[in-house]
């Protein structure tokens, strides 16, 4: 006769089960109080109902478990009817329906019913500081602002056609709203990092951060930024260009991912470009931390939906613009190509000229002027966002920064 193990499936099963209502149950039991007034549920009922759930899928599969989770929330309206008096909330009634459907899940998906658990767990823990956030830091325009980000992000973008469309089959409703999301997220960021580390340096490091997902929109963004509160001038151009240096040690990675040959004869631009970004963003980063700000500065809003449409108008013209040069000149020369696809991300040309000397279709030294040609045509676009987005004082420290940084890119090749 065979033994059981405590190996064996079910019996692990059954164990997750059992752990995840002792977890749920003990951050309860905690919080039910003591004296007559106290709640009458605690770890006990909690790991009793996780095993419910768990026996309840395994007796009678998603029917009985469905009677089951019935039979709990008719229980716990009744419950909650004897203590609202003392305790309007909810939560615990809560907690205990999902506790026994997580043990029912736990039989089919542990992995999923452990981490599920867990963040209910940490949410019932975090009520004191969640209540304190939502109620005395967080503001009524903060958070209608969240809500249209979570909505821009969760509602509306899987409803958008990932497919190529419009004229020369140039334009993607999918990618286009990433890139609205995108800006709006950075500008979320910007805000949070002014709120929490002041405008000195709250400004530099978004930057810095923002660019490795995308420069051209931390440039709009920070421009957007600089427009609407002047005291804030330095530590947005700061950041601005920071989002260069991020652009930069990208494309290392990137290049060093798809081919090395590549970064090998692209070192020395790039890292002249890198030393060049990054020193003009010190610089402006230690006159942002110089500047007299005032105690209370205009933070904006948090999330800025003109600019992010702003950005992705803008994009969506240089990809259609992109698309009719590509049509017209068809395969001719991988610099032309490079080009046009810099207009909108210098990576994806990056690799793919580094992609055809891995295939032996061309050599690393053939590959930098491509790379550099669609580096150049990417800071004419960060160039465009500049001026569309912020004021000429923004623009006269921002665009001279930007050249240098490319030019540096070009001395680079022809020191070699």
């Not at 002041?198 to 923002?210: H, N």
Request: aromatic residues 6%.
């Amino acid at each position: 006769m065979n033994s059981l193990h405590l190996t064996d499936q079910p019996i692990f099963d059954y164990g997750i089960a059992l752990g995840i209502g002792l977890l749920i149950g003990a951050e309860r039991e905690r919080r039910k109080g003591t004296g007559p007034t106290r709640s009458s549920m605690g770890v006990r009922t909690f790991a009793t109902a996780s095993l419910l759930g768990a026996v309840s899928l395994t007796l009678g599969d998603t029917i009985l478990l469905a009677v089951m989770a019935l039979a709990i929330a008719g229980l716990s309206v009744v419950a909650f009817r004897l203590s609202h008096e003392k305790d309007p909330g909810l939560t615990t009634e809560v907690a205990l329906l999902i506790t026994l459907l997580l043990g029912g899940l736990a039989m089919r998906e542990p992995a999923l019913a452990s981490g599920v658990a867990v963040l209910l767990t940490l949410l019932l823990t975090a009520r004191t500081i969640l209540h304190r956030f939502v109620s005395t830091i967080l503001s009524e325009t903060e958070l209608n602002d969240a809500l249209i980000l979570a909505a821009a992000a969760l509602v509306l973008l899987p409803l958008a056609p990932d497919q190529y469309m419009g004229p020369f089959n140039a334009l993607n409703p999918r990618t286009i709203w990433k890139i609205v999301i995108l800006i709006m997220s950075i500008s979320a960021t910007g805000y949070i990092s002014l709120r929490v580390m002041g405008p000195r340096i709250g400004l530099p490091i978004t930057g810095l951060a923002s660019g490795f997902v995308s420069s051209a929109a931390t440039i709009s963004s920070m421009g957007a930024r600089a427009a609407k509160e002047s005291s804030l001038l330095w530590g947005a151009v700061a950041g601005a260009v920071l989002s260069t240096v991020a652009t930069i040690i990208q494309m290392t990675v990137v290049l060093a991912t798809t081919n090395q040959a590549t970064l090998s004869a692209l070192w020395l631009s790039l890292a002249c470009a890198g030393v060049t970004a990054a020193a003009y963003g010190v610089l402006f980063t230690i006159i942002a931390l110089r500047q007299q700000v005032p105690d209370v500065v205009d933070l904006g809003q948090p999330v800025s939906i003109k600019t992010a449409l702003l950005f992705a108008a803008t994009v969506s013209i240089v990809m259609l613009l992109a698309a009719a040069l590509q049509q017209w000149l068809g395969k001719e020369g991988v610099i032309a190509a490079a080009a046009i696809a810099g207009f909108a991300d210098t990576h994806s040309a990056a690799v793919a000229v580094a992609s055809l000397v891995a295939t032996g279709k061309l050599s690393a030294n053939e590959a930098v002027l491509p790379i550099l040609a669609s580096l150049t045509t990417n800071t004419i676009t960060k160039v465009v966002l500049a001026v569309l987005s912020g004021n000429w004082r923004f623009v006269s420290a921002i665009i001279p920064g930007l050249i240098l940084v490319i030019l540096a890119a070009w001395i680079g090749k022809y020191s070699l």
